[in-house]
């Protein structure tokens, strides 16, 4: 069975930084598609970044040259290092993990989710 479970979240100043990881079980497919999505309340879930078992990356308009998708794969853990956070960036984090091709940020067709880690960036 798999299981996602993301960590990291918390509160942060405006300009501040964050690192979640989504620590991975029970995935045995070696071609893969991991993503970070972000909900904020009152609207709708969107996309954040994605990258593939080959390490290519994505990323969102909104976070490109912000944020950083990264894995370690002999920890089997997914990260998003978020830097030069903005208020708009509060959310609830989730990772994301299937077969995708392509594998890219704009894709929600995604089969396994975590449960989330709340992202507060105060001004």
């Known amino acids: 069975q798999v299981q996602l479970v993301e960590s990291g979240g918390g509160s942060v100043q405006a300009g501040g930084s964050l690192r979640l990881s989504c620590a991975a079980s029970?995935?045995?497919?070696?071609?893969?598609?991991m993503g970070w999505f972000r909900q904020a309340p009152g609207k709708e879930r969107e996309g954040v970044a994605a990258i593939d078992s080959d390490g290519s990356t994505s990323y969102a308009d909104s976070v490109k040259g912000r944020f950083t998708i990264s894995q370690d794969n002999a920890k089997n853990t997914l990260y998003l290092q978020m830097n030069s956070l903005k208020p708009e960036d509060t959310a609830m984090y989730y990772c994301?993990?299937?077969?995708?091709?392509?594998?890219?940020?704009?894709?929600?067709?995604?089969?396994?989710w975590g449960q989330g880690t709340q992202v507060t960036v105060s001004s």
């Open positions: 029970g995935y045995t497919y070696s071609s893969y598609c």
């Open positions: 994301a993990a299937d077969t995708l091709l392509p594998c890219s940020w704009y894709r929600e067709d995604f089969g396994y």
